[in-house]
Structures are given as structure tokens and as C-alpha cells.
């Protein structure tokens, strides 16, 4: 089944059993599980016309690579519907163009300047899905690609946030500004907090990874820094804690200009 991969965990296949159960080739179950979300999770396969397969614990670790499945795996093929980051921001635009004043939405982007753990990735995904933002970037040197270790973490989100890993991630953020999209690092730093820089417009937020932040030239890039506040003893926060800090302050400011 060339070209398929693996996805494994209740989220993460069920996001795909809704958004898009066309690319789902066959979904193993653990056939000894049968709690009331294994039961619940079963008719819903039925219902969506998958094939499903009952799979022995061992073949279920072997498919996802690990033990920690939850007794669900499935194959499925490559699904992004946005082919490049140019191609969502154009549509972006074009959606924005033909919607009333009061029904327009403003561009929120998370960028990941050297994040290489997957579970952290996962996590920030996770994260994004839930603020509501338009997509995440990264590096494709130095970065986490979409595995499915990412796809468990992120509970579904890595199934509905589009995923950009980009050849030179300063020359990236160049073209968003030349979109009128303002570009905010995050640094300890920086002489605002993420409280006092307004977030209202088009913004993508750029974090880099835990201890090491973002890279000099990301760095200098950026149109304005702001750091988080840290009163304990603790120096940095880990990436995916600090993006939901900068997201939902992003989404706060949002929702109380309306």
C-alpha cells in the first residue's frame, strides 16, 4: 500500500474518520477492548463504510511503532487539502474579500523556529487547533515533520491544521510582512510583555525551541519581541505551554475589540 501511512489513538483516527474517511484505507481494533468508546468508536467506522480488522496487541504495536495506541490503528493515505503556504493565504484572502464586515476573520499564524521533539510539536498543533489558528510554519531543517508519534499528541489537530515546513523560514516570514502580516518573536528579553503588544491585526507568532529560543536571523527578522512574564523560579516555559500563553492573549484581544 505504497504512499499510505499510520495514524493510531482514538483522536487522531477519529478526526480523520470525520473530516475525511475517504482516505482511510482499513482501521485495526484491539478485539479485548470493549469499554463503551471502543463499542462507540466501532459504529462509527461501520457507519462511514471503513473496513475494520480485528488485530492482535502485538500487530497493533507493530503497525504504530509503539504500545501506546489505545487499541486503534489505521492506515491511511497522504490528506492536506492546501497544497502551500502561498495557496492558503491567497484563499485566505479571497474567502475574507466576500464576507460581510462583521463575519471577516484576521490571519492568526504559529511559527516553530528548531522545535525537533514530536511530542512537542504535537502538543503546539493541539494547541493551534483550539485558538483557531490559520496554519503553523517551521524550518524544514532543525524541525519535526508530521509522524505519527505528532498525529497521537495533537489529538486530531495535526488532521486540521495545515502543517508548513519551509526552505528558508527568514525569507518566509519577509513575505508575510510584505502582506501586511505582523511578525512577533518571543524572547525573554523583550522590553513588552505579550500582554502589552497588540495582537489584533495579522499576526504570526514566532517561538523558538525550549532553552535555545529563536535562531539569530529569526530573530532579527521579526517586526517587534515580547516576552512572557515569569514570576517563579522556573526560566523558560516549554514551546507548547509559551504558544498557548500567545495564542489565547492573541484571541482574548480579538474577541474583546468585537
Not at 478485539?31 to 463499542?39: H, K, L, V
Not at 504495536?61 to 490528506?79: D, E, I, K, M, S
Not at 515580547?226 to 480579538?254: D, F, H, K, T, W
Request: with cysteine.
Amino acid at each position: 500500500m505504497s504512499g499510505n501511512k499510520v495514524l493510531f489513538g482514538f483522536h487522531a483516527v477519529g478526526v480523520r474518520l470525520k473530516t475525511a474517511p475517504q482516505t482511510i484505507a482499513e482501521i485495526h481494533i484491539d478485539p479485548t477492548r470493549r469499554d463503551q468508546r471502543m463499542r462507540q468508536f466501532v459504529v462509527r467506522v461501520q457507519e462511514a463504510g471503513v473496513r475494520l480488522i480485528e488485530s492482535d496487541g502485538m500487530r497493533l504495536a507493530r503497525l504504530a511503532g509503539q504500545h501506546g495506541h489505545q487499541g486503534v490503528v489505521a492506515r491511511v493515505t497522504a490528506h492536506q487539502a492546501v497544497k502551500s503556504l502561498d495557496d492558503l493565504l491567497q484563499d485566505f484572502e479571497d474567502r475574507q474579500a466576500d464576507l460581510a464586515d462583521n463575519q471577516r476573520d484576521t490571519l492568526l499564524l504559529l511559527v516553530l523556529d528548531g522545535v525537533t521533539d514530536p511530542h512537542n510539536l504535537g502538543a503546539c498543533l493541539r494547541v493551534a487547533d483550539g485558538a483557531g489558528v490559520h496554519a503553523v510554519i517551521a524550518p524544514k531543517d532543525h524541525a519535526a515533520g508530521i509522524n505519527a508519534v505528532v498525529a497521537k499528541v495533537a489529538s486530531g489537530a495535526a488532521e486540521t491544521i495545515p502543517y508548513f515546513m519551509v526552505t528558508n523560514l527568514a525569507r518566509t516570514l519577509q513575505e508575510l510582512k510584505e502582506r501586511n502580516v505582523w511578525v512577533i518573536g518571543t524572547s525573554d528579553d523583550a522590553p513588552k510583555s505579550v500582554y502589552q503588544v497588540d495582537l489584533t491585526g495579522p499576526v504570526a507568532l514566532v517561538l523558538g525551541a525550549e532553552g535555545q529560543g529563536m535562531r539569530q536571523l529569526t530573530r532579527k527578522t521579526c517586526d517587534e519581541l515580547a516576552s512572557i512574564p515569569m514570576r517563579g523560579a522556573v526560566e523558560s516555559l516549554n514551546v507548547s505551554v509559551a504558544s498557548g500563553i500567545c495564542l489565547y492573549e492573541a484571541r482574548r484581544q480579538r474577541e474583546s475589540r468585537q
